[in-house]
């Protein structure tokens, strides 16, 4: 599986992005998706996952009520609507995905990364 993300920018704090994650392969409908993020200086932080249905969702504390998850699995792909967006974002954001279709949080639980899109909040 290969794993295109999109969609990063600068952006105003209180704005909002949608992030895509675009999936090549026929297996992408019975994996896990996720989120995650890298701020400079710092280490990779899981962000935000859903199941092989998109049924199942889960966030980090930082973005939950801000953030949704989905996936198209009639298009591959998964996507990441972010709103309220703080300074504190200001990350590269990858996507990945899990051979185990039930949600995983854990970066471990990953077997596929896509390249990474850059997200830059200004204050």
């Known amino acids: 599986v290969q794993l295109q993300a999109s969609g990063g920018g600068l952006v105003q704090a209180g704005g909002s992005l949608r992030l895509s994650c675009a999936a090549s392969?026929?297996?992408?409908?019975?994996?896990?998706m996720g989120w995650f993020r890298q701020a400079p200086g710092k280490e990779r932080e899981f962000v935000a996952a859903?199941?092989?249905?998109?049924?199942?969702?889960y966030y980090a504390d930082s973005v939950k009520g801000r953030f949704t998850i989905s996936r198209d699995n009639a298009k591959d792909t998964v996507y990441l609507q972010m709103n309220s967006l703080k300074p504190e974002d200001t990350a590269v954001y990858y996507c990945?995905?899990?051979?185990?279709?039930?949600?995983?949080?854990?970066?471990?639980?990953?077997?596929?990364w896509g390249q990474g899109t850059l997200v830059t909040v200004s204050s």
């Open positions: 990945a995905a899990s051979t185990y279709g039930s949600l995983q949080v854990l970066a471990f639980d990953y077997h596929y």
């Open positions: 392969g026929r297996t992408f409908s019975s994996y896990a």
């Open positions: 859903c199941s092989w249905s998109g049924g199942s969702t």
